[in-house]
């Protein structure tokens, strides 16, 4: 077709086509990647739990008990024991009255947004909010207002320009794609001033900061109530798959009931369920894990910025090395994988266009010579190609 071949040609013309590189082994700080082994920096395994052998194990005996698929959807004949028990488990530990377990964090803010909201609300999100938030507020029939990444004077501004009668305001905890963090105190007290509800997306925050991995909030020191709903992913820091929910019994009541990406999917399969049951246990106990990679994440940072690196104004293991313009960000990105280094390059749409990057992040079983080797190579390839 002419529309689908114009369109790719030009994806190519302008750097802008992507594939998919194949992996042949573990999530793991070294990995096998399009048959070369690389070191990988760029995974959202934060704490290595990927392939955690406990992991591994609770899976396999859930797999023995259950079997493999779980064979309906949740409100027929897909809701397992398992899910009743990481519900309870996910409430706990987010601190609310209850938690619905999705099967990924896309479909949470999709299912969450589009069957809160409809053409008789506003919602204002954050410009750099993840696509999933941004699909939600397109699908929900909802007046989107996009107010400049986390200005808290630009959301005022736009708040008492398009309110509302129902009024919802959204954003990442911490943001995908530059690692900084929402600024949620401010928002909650604006939330508060107009009367409207709340939603944050933790899905970079979960395992990674605050009392017990437990989040963002925590970090923050901004109690569990004070925002109404909270969502967040199984499938990163906790290593396994799912999305969540968690809030007041009633909201979960709610999307129980209306949420159509809850309710026209097959369930999670048993054994993801058992792994991130699993997780949450294994993640309260990982606080040295939790230092060692902030600490690692720290030490990055400034190393890269000594090497006159443009770096965006991260907090958490997210340390995107911002290169320009998409050629120049595969130039380096082709370089460094010459040398066995692999990390992501970042173009348009997923980030603004002419703010391509290199996004690195970090395991917490990276060890300092990967590091350093990182560095080593980026010290190089930076000079050679005049980036530094
Ligand atoms: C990754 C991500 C999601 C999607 O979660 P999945 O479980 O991978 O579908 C949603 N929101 C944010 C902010 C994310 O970074």
Redesign the pocket.
């Known amino acids: 077709m002419e529309y689908i071949d114009n369109k790719l040609l030009y994806l190519h013309k302008n750097k802008l086509l992507r594939e998919c590189q194949w992996l042949e082994s573990e999530q793991a700080p070294k990995v096998s990647i399009n048959e070369q082994i690389v070191l990988l920096f760029g995974s959202n395994n934060y704490l290595g739990l990927c392939n955690d052998q406990r992991l591994k194990q609770a899976a396999i005996n859930a797999i023995e008990k259950y079997g493999v698929g779980a064979g309906g959807s949740r409100l027929t004949t897909g809701s397992y024991r398992l899910h009743q028990q990481l519900e309870e488990k996910i409430a706990k530990f987010k601190g609310t009255e209850a938690s619905l377990v999705f099967n990924?964090?896309?479909v949470t803010?999709v299912g969450i947004i589009s069957s809160l909201c409809n053409s008789q609300w506003v919602i204002f999100s954050d410009k750099y909010n993840?696509a999933?938030i941004v699909d939600g507020c397109l699908l929900s029939g909802a007046k989107l207002v996009r107010y400049k990444h986390c200005d808290i004077n630009d959301l005022e501004k736009k708040i008492n320009k398009f309110k509302g009668q129902y009024n919802l305001i959204v954003t990442?905890a911490v943001f995908?794609m530059d690692g900084d963090i929402a600024p949620i105190q401010d928002i909650v007290n604006l939330a508060k001033k107009h009367n409207m509800v709340t939603m944050i997306?933790d899905?970079?925050g979960v395992g990674v900061l605050g009392k017990d991995g437990s989040g963002t909030l925590s970090h923050l020191n901004i109690a569990s109530e004070e925002v109404d709903i909270q969502v967040g992913?199984l499938?990163?820091a906790v290593g396994s798959?799912g999305?969540y929910i968690a809030g007041k019994k009633t909201y979960i009541k709610y999307f129980n009931n209306l949420a159509r990406s809850f309710m026209f999917s097959t369930a999670l399969p048993p054994a993801s369920l058992a792994v991130s049951l699993k997780a949450l246990e294994i993640i309260k106990n990982s606080q040295n894990r939790r230092e060692q990679l902030l600490k690692n994440s720290t030490w990055l940072k400034n190393q890269l910025l000594q090497l006159g690196y443009t770096i965006t104004n991260t907090e958490t293991p997210i340390i995107p090395v911002i290169i320009g313009e998409a050629d120049m960000t595969i130039k380096l990105n082709k370089h460094l994988l010459s040398e066995g280094i692999y990390i992501p390059a970042i173009r348009q749409p997923t980030v603004p266009k002419g703010t391509s990057r290199l996004r690195i992040s970090l395991m917490a079983t990276h060890t300092k010579e990967d590091l350093t080797q990182l560095l080593n190579t980026l010290h190089r390839y930076g000079k050679q190609l005049g980036i530094i």
Request: no cysteine.
């Open positions: 990924n964090g896309y803010n993840h999933s990442d995908s997306d899905a970079h992913t499938s990163k798959v999305g």
